[in-house]
């Protein structure tokens, strides 16, 4: 696929949508009139979804118009982001994806729409870093102990993942051939399946997103051995970064909220403002605290999140093929 800077693509956007613009300013004005769909490329449970419903929560009371959550999850997510891609472009649907629908898929899959392209980037939401976890009984205490147990045992370590192309895969990939371990990765149609088994012992080991695990964690049903980002977090005192074994690893995801290319620049920036409005409100904030999620602040316009995309898709390319992941 031939892929063009994101920043460029959309810096080019007002000036398209200038034409016409009696229709537009009116059409603008007027919305929105009527329930917004939300398409999230996950199924109800995980990482995405739930920024997907806060978002979504938000947006209901400050449009004052209902936002509807509308979950259509398979193939990492591509199914939806094909379906959204095709969407009218009437600010009356929108998609709320995550980094694998957009900075990676092109790398990932062979993919029948262009996140470049077909996409409006309208403002980054939520971000953390993921978390290495394994069951409650597992024998493995620490991470060293688990590398140990991989390395000793080729082939036989089974990792879960939210499937192929997700950040959970992508983590547990680089973690993997960081620590040199040949593991048996299993696939998931989404987090909250990959973290039921992974509890009920049929998997061992899961690189999940915070926000996924936090509820576990608190019932003491998974047991977490470290932490992707480069410093400790500070609601996980105690647990280790990863980059204190493997120097240099660091790994780290976002939710955001896009629309089919073509969108009204004026409806663009009114859904844009609304979602940098969100992070002065004191009770949005204190949710995404508690689930582990980190405000994207300074992301709430389209250049700024296409930048932010841009960099993204240069960060992992190499990553990727580092590790040796074919398009499938």
Known sequence: MKRRSFVQSTLLLPAVGGLGLSSTAVQAQSWPERPITMVVPYPAGGNTDFVARMTADYLSRALNVSVVVDNRAGAGGTIASMQ???????????????????????????????????????????????????PAASPHKTLKQLVDHGRANPGKLLMAHAGTGSMSFLAGAAFLKRAGIDAVMVPYKGGAAAIA??????????????????????????RLLGVTSPQPVAMLPGVPTIASMFPGFQTETWNGLFAPAGLPTPIAERLAAAVAR?????????????????????????????????????????????????PE
Request: charge should be neutral.
């Open 278 to 326: 969100m992070f002065s409100d004191e009770a949005v904030l204190a949710r995404m605290s508690k689930a582990g999620l980190i405000p994207q602040t300074g992301q709430q316009s389209p250049k700024d999140f296409a930048h932010r995309i841009q960099n993204d898709i240069d960060l992992w390319r190499p990553v990727i093929k580092s590790i040796d992941v074919k």
């Open 197 to 222: 088994d992974t509890i009920a012992g049929m998997t061992e080991v899961y690189t999940a997103n915070i926000s996924e695990t936090l509820p576990y964690l608190q019932s003491d049903r998974l």
């Open 84 to 134: 959204a891609a095709k969407m009218p472009a009437d600010g009356y649907s929108v998609f709320l994806a995550s980094i694998a629908q957009i900075s990676l898929a092109p790398f990932l899959y062979k993919i029948r729409y262009d996140p470049i392209k077909d996409f409006l980037p309208i403002a980054n939401v939520a971000g953390n870093p993921q978390v290495v976890v394994v």
